[in-house]
């Protein structure tokens, strides 16, 4: 079956510092992988997403990046964080034909 | 762009009743919708797709239906339980797929007992 992890699960940083956030899954070859922002009672905008190792899509013009260097791994970062990066990370990939998604436990980040 | 509405006001319902969501979107009727749960500090999880060509689809207490003349789907949580509070998300394909999906904000759903 497949998995999907992701860390860390909370994260408190400074305005101007770097970020790194990782997400994993297993049990499954060559997903699509998608990295989704939920603002505190908002709806979830997505980030980026990949379809294979090295491809990256975005979604919207911001100081995020994200890459893909292995087939079930899929980062994603800023070299200087905003107050505005704050916000409830999610990364997911999709399963089956349906376009069905299956979430990761979600990081928590607070930039002060 | 397609929009998606979801009420977002918090539906409080008692339990033992029928908790009833709507969905709207505005523009092209998408193949299938899904709907997905969420607990507070978690991801989404999925609970139920419905295709363009289906009015009705059941899963255990869980009800949807799917109207593309009205644009509309609905999402029914019959003898509804505490365990069963929590956001609900409809969401849609995008047509510019791979597997892009287009999500509505929510409506919590709180069952008192």
């Known amino acids: 079956s497949q998995t999907i992890h992701q860390w860390p699960a909370t994260l408190v940083q400074p305005v101007g510092s770097p970020l790194s956030l990782e997400c994993t899954v297993e049990g499954t070859s060559n997903p699509n992988l998608y990295w989704y922002r939920q603002a505190a009672g908002r709806g979830l905008q997505l980030l980026f997403y990949?379809?294979?190792?090295?491809?990256i899509s975005s979604e919207v013009p911001q100081n995020l990046s994200a890459s893909r260097p292995q087939d079930r791994q899929f980062i994603l970062s800023s070299k200087k964080l905003l107050l505005s990066d704050s916000g409830f990370y999610l990364c997911?990939?999709?399963?089956?034909?349906?376009?069905?998604?299956?979430f990761g436990p979600g990081t928590r980040l607070t930039v002060l | 762009s397609q929009k998606i509405e979801q009420n977002s006001e918090a539906l409080n319902i008692q339990e033992g009743k029928t908790a009833t969501l709507t969905c709207n979107y505005t523009n092209y009727s998408p193949a299938y919708l899904q709907w997905y749960r969420q607990d507070p500090g978690r991801g989404p999880v999925f609970l139920l797709l419905i295709r363009e060509n289906e009015k009705e689809k059941r899963k255990e207490r869980l009800k949807v239906t799917f109207d593309t003349t009205l644009k509309q789907s609905l999402f029914h949580i019959t003898a509804s339980q505490p365990a069963d509070s929590a956001t609900y998300l409809c969401?849609?394909?995008?047509?510019?797929?791979?597997?892009?999906?287009?999500f509505g904000a929510g409506t919590q759903v709180v069952v008192t007992p």
């Open positions: 969401a849609l394909v995008r047509t510019d797929s791979w597997g892009k999906l287009q």
């Open positions: 990949s379809v294979g190792i090295g491809q």
């Open positions: 997911a990939y999709r399963g089956g034909i349906t376009d069905t998604q299956y």
